[in-house]
């Protein structure tokens, strides 16, 4: 098991500087249109994603709201170290300062992260992951893909999720960073399900909800990485499977600047969710 870890650190270690270098000239584009060339896959791997997750999200909802809470704030809170480490790589200096005194403050006044005492007073968590990183870089984002387990992402997120896994510093400190990121993982995904079941039952196509409302809250999350406000139009705008069918004489959708919006709360943080 070291062996395979220190292997795949190495690759990434002599990967990494070639892609960059090959790619530091594209543009940064966060808003490029949906890319799904292996849907049908994709649909499957959802489909099993759900019914493997399910047990967890039904524990999750049988918990008491202050348990519940509880884990939610811890599970953030272990996520800091990572986000700061890729502020700084992404130069977000100000966002990496914000996101070190959160880890401070929560750690030592909230009792290890069990309270986001930060968030009370105005520190909110920002967003900050190795697949963020890569789009800054320059990496193009490649297709849309549905990870076992892991849930939705792009190609250029899931290598970076990959390196999350293995370069998260709590990990050095509390075990194994795959058992840390799987166990994250899993914490999210049961919040996360419940929150979607009552869009499932409403949804035409659950699978094409899922995927307009990952590239939606991705796109929010890839301009805040370059400064920019995360206000976006809505993906589902463009995916046409997801649109909906305006009835005869039905007035026309309003211009882009009025529809656009933030990230939506039901947004899969990865539907997974490794995601911040």
Known sequence: MRGARGGLESAIAWVLPL??????ALPRDASLPINDPAEDMNR????????????????AKALPGPVHDRLHDLNSNLKEPRIFVNNVLQGRFEAAAQTSARFVINSAVGFG????????????QVSGDFGQTLFVWGIPEGPYV?????????????????????????????????????GSAGVDAADRLGQLKMAEDASIDFYSFI??????????????????????DS??????EYAPVSAPGASRPAPAASRSQSASPLAPASYSMVAR
Do not use: K
């Open 211 to 232: 995927r307009s409302s990952y590239y939606q809250m991705r796109r929010a999350e890839l301009r805040e990485a370059l400064g920019l406000p995360a206000v976006v």
């Open 235 to 240: 993906p589902a705008l463009d995916d046409p």
């Open 146 to 182: 549905v990870r076992p387990y892991l849930g939705p992402s792009t190609l250029r997120d899931a290598v970076g999720s990959t390196v999350d896994m293995f370069d998260n510093p709590i990990g050095w400190v509390l075990g194994p960073q795959l058992a840390v990121t799987v």
């Open 19 to 24: 892609l960059v270098g090959a790619c530091a």
């Open 44 to 59: 499957h791997v959802m489909t099993a994603n759900q019914e493997l997750l399910r047990p967890a999200s039904e524990l």
């Open 113 to 124: 992260g069990l309270f986001d005492i930060a968030s009370l007073e105005g520190l909110q």
